[in-house]
Structures are given as structure tokens and as C-alpha cells.
């Protein structure tokens, strides 16, 4: 009997759980980008409560992803890991302040709540940025000799990786700053308008740049892109992805309410498509593929008997949290 | 003295030493160790400190709970509901009792 081949399901349930992830933490991340900014501290009462029922909850997806990565595909965890190992802990603790900060601002005093508003606004700043030089240096692939990463421990730090996090910034900030369009009325709701616009300037242009100098950095995403028919083919994924981006912008004219969320959802959802597009069938880019990075057919097999009770039950509680939590969040009704 | 489970990282199948990531060197790990060290150094003794306070502060009165979401506002049957996990056999005992 052939063995069946698990790599193309546990390829869905990674991709699924980093695409569930950087939209979900996306927007909690982009309203601590925005928080500091916000017109008054009881606009920041609104913000912070508008995400913290929700936040811990999307970053079960974080959890779930680098899991899956260990489990299921543990030379591409052996070979990226060290290669991000800074950006990674950076981020790790940037996220401990941002949490606390959830915890403690409440409780702090009126005198010390700025430090916790400190917190919660750089830790989301920085995690957010070290997720963009990681997302830089995964795509500008890794210096491998068989089964190691044999470049330096500062290797994700070049020009690249610095614009896709500036992107990566402008990205989960549109992505709060609509969810905030969202989830608030009144002042708040026009402040969230004003800020998504010119996120959206910022989104468009340094994605642009991205997505232009992609294709630069290794010839096979070049013909993967423009080699004939694969360009005609390819043609609506730009074409879409501007489409969309006009269509966000139209709706924020419009002042409409849920529009831009979804609208920014979908655009992240073409970036990553694209992303896939330039990669595929590569794990570690340009050097290792899924079917190569894989574990034992056996274990991938034994790991799938878990997974698939436990993600129906998290896409449910997730889904479920949301729902409770609809509709405006006011100020005086809070979770903690 | 039992060794533990040193030198192995796998018992009886790989060696510590073998395990170690090759790109990181021992600066790396120090100035990681460090960062983890002055992130527990803050995070403790803050959280420790709102942590006494709100001992000090000793429980809320029922008045103080806040409602924790929209739905919860109107004000919960907390008596007759408090009262329906007692069972019956003893509520009626205590309000016997003189």
C-alpha cells in the first residue's frame, strides 16, 4: 500500500495558523501601534477594551503555528529558528509588556497609568516590527549547508527586511485603526477614519516597494512572476489587490462601519496569497522544500489525530468569543 | 551521586553538545540570557507590588463588581440563584433555626 502523503494537509493547517494569526493579532497589535496617538485617555480606555477580551485569544494562533513548525516540518524549525533567533526574542518580550499592560493599567494609579501606556503601545510596536524582520528574512532566504542555517545571528537585519517591517507596521496599524472603525462611535470612530486613510497611503506605497524588489532577490520568484503564461495568469493578483485597496478607501469615504475591516482583512489575505506564490513549493525559501523539511509520514499521521479535534475546537471558541463580544464597545463597560 | 540526564539532550540517542544550535554562539546566548533576566527583574517585583496592593485593598463589596459585559448589565438574580444550589433539605433547616 502507499504511504499516504500528510504534507499537503499539514502544509493547510500551518498556512491556516500563521494566516489566522497575523490577521488576529494583526488588528490587537495595530490598535497598541495607534494607542498612544489616540485624542484622549478615555479614548484609550475604548481602544484597549475594544481588544482585550479577544487578544490572548488570538494568539493561540502564534502558539499553534510555531507547534505545528516543530511538529510537523522540524528541519525547517531547525534551520529558521536560529536564523530569526533575535527577532524572536525581541518579540517574545515585547508581547510579555504588551499582556501585562492589559492586566495592570486598570489597576494602576491615575499617576503611573502612562508607564502601562507605554507598554502596551512599544510592546506592540516592537513585536510588530520583529515580526516584520522575520517575515524580511524568511523571504530573502537563509544561508544553508544541508541540514544547518550557517549564516550569522544577524543576518535578518538588512534593507529588505527593515521596509517589510516598516510595511508590516503600516499593515496591522490600517488593520487596528479599521477594527476601530469598527468597534467605536463618535469621536473615537472619526479619529480611527482620519488615521486609516493615511495608514492606507502608507500600506500602499511600502508594499509596493516590497512587492516590486521581491522578485529581484531570487531569480526563481522572478520567473515564477513573469515568464509566460504564468504572467497572464498571475495578472489579477496585483490587479485585485489595487481593486481592494480603492475599495477600502471608498468605504471609509462612505463611513461605513464594517467595510474597511473586511476590506483590510482581504487585502492582507492577497499579500500573503501573494507570498505563497513566490515561495511555493519552498518551506525555507529558496532552499528547502515542504515535502524535503517534513517529518516521519508516521508522525505527521499521529500529530494529525489531535490536530484535527483541536482546531475545530479553537476555530469555535474563537468564533464564539466574537460573537459574545459584538457589536460598540462604550466606555464604562468593561471586561476587567 | 545520579548524574541526571546529562550528557544526553535524547536519552541514549544524542549528546548535549551535539544538539546545539551551530549558528549561535556563546555571546548570543549570553546577551539572550541577560535580556531574560532583566525582563523577570521588572516583570516581578511590579507585578508582586499591585499584587500587595490589591490584597491590602482586601475584596470588593457586591456594589464594586463590575458588570463585565453589555448582556450582564441589568443586575443578576444573585440571591435566588445562590439560594438553588443549596439543597433544599438544608436552606429549610436554617431558616428554622431560631
Known amino acids: 500500500m502507499m504511504p499516504l502523503d500528510f504534507v499537503p494537509l499539514w502544509t493547510l493547517i500551518l498556512g491556516f495558523g500563521v494566516f489566522m494569526y497575523v490577521l488576529m493579532d494583526g488588528f490587537d497589535l495595530g490598535v497598541g501601534i495607534l494607542f498612544r496617538r489616540a485624542p484622549s485617555d478615555a479614548a484609550r480606555d475604548i481602544m484597549m477594551n475594544s481588544v482585550a477580551p479577544i487578544w490572548d ?7 499553534l503555528g510555531g507547534v505545528a513548525l516543530l ?86 537585519l538588512t534593507m529588505f527586511s527593515t521596509l517589510t517591517a516598516i510595511s508590516l507596521m503600516f499593515g496591522y496599524a490600517l488593520l487596528g485603526a479599521t477594527w476601530l472603525i469598527m468597534k467605536t462611535e463618535g469621536v473615537l470612530q472619526d479619529w480611527a477614519r482620519t488615521q486609516a486613510r493615511w495608514l492606507m ?64 482583512l482581504a487585502l492582507f489575505t492577497m499579500g500573503y496569497v501573494g507570498l505563497a506564490i513566490s515561495l511555493w513549493p519552498n518551506i525555507v525559501p529558496h532552499s528547502v522544500s ?8 508516521r508522525s505527521q499521521a499521529f500529530l494529525l489525530v489531535g490536530t484535527l479535534f483541536l482546531l475545530p475546537v479553537i476555530v469555535g471558541y474563537t468564533a464564539w468569543s466574537y460573537w459574545v463580544f459584538r457589536g460598540k464597545v462604550r466606555a464604562g463597560v468593561s471586561y476587567h | 551521586m545520579r548524574p541526571g540526564r546529562q550528557p544526553w539532550v535524547i536519552y541514549g540517542l544524542m549528546r548535549t553538545k551535539d544538539a546545539v544550535t551551530p549558528s549561535l554562539g556563546g555571546s548570543d546566548v549570553l546577551v539572550s540570557l541577560i535580556i531574560y533576566m532583566l525582563v523577570y527583574l ?40 445562590a439560594g438553588a444550589g443549596v439543597p433544599s433539605g438544608t436552606a429549610i433547616a436554617a431558616e428554622q433555626r431560631p
Open chain 2, 42 to 81: 521588572v516583570v516581578y517585583p511590579v507585578t508582586l507590588y499591585y499584587m500587595i496592593g490589591l490584597v491590602r485593598a482586601g475584596p470588593e463589596t457586591e456594589e464594586e463588581v463590575d458588570r463585565p459585559i453589555e448582556g450582564l448589565q441589568r443586575p443578576l438574580p444573585a440571591r435566588a440563584a
Open chain 1, 71 to 156: 511538529a510537523a516540518f522540524p528541519l525547517a524549525f531547525a534551520i529558521i529558528l536560529p536564523a530569526v533567533y533575535f527577532p524572536i526574542l525581541i518579540m517574545l518580550m515585547a508581547l510579555i509588556f504588551r499582556g501585562i499592560a492589559f492586566e495592570l493599567r486598570f489597576k494602576a494609579s491615575p499617576q503611573s497609568r502612562h508607564r502601562w501606556d507605554a507598554a502596551f503601545h512599544y510592546g506592540s510596536l516592537v513585536a510588530t516590527l520583529a515580526q516584520g524582520f522575520v517575515l524580511g528574512a524568511f523571504v530573502q532566504g537563509f544561508r544553508v549547508d544541508g541540514r544547518f542555517f550557517t549564516g550569522s545571528s544577524f543576518d535578518w
Open chain 1, 201 to 264: 497611503g502608507g500600506v500602499l506605497v511600502s508594499i509596493g516597494i516590497v512587492s516590486l524588489w521581491t522578485p529581484f532577490l531570487e531569480p526563481r520568484i522572478w520567473v515564477r512572476w513573469f515568464s509566460w503564461p504564468n504572467i497572464a495568469l498571475l495578472s489579477p493578483v496585483p490587479i485585485v489587490t489595487l481593486w481592494l485597496a480603492l475599495w477600502v478607501w471608498r468605504s471609509i469615504d462612505r463611513r461605513a462601519e464594517f467595510l474597511p475591516f473586511l476590506g483590510t
Open chain 1, 57 to 63: 485569544g488570538n494568539e493561540t494562533w502564534l502558539v
Open chain 1, 290 to 297: 515542504l515535502w524535503d523539511a517534513a517529518a516521519a509520514p
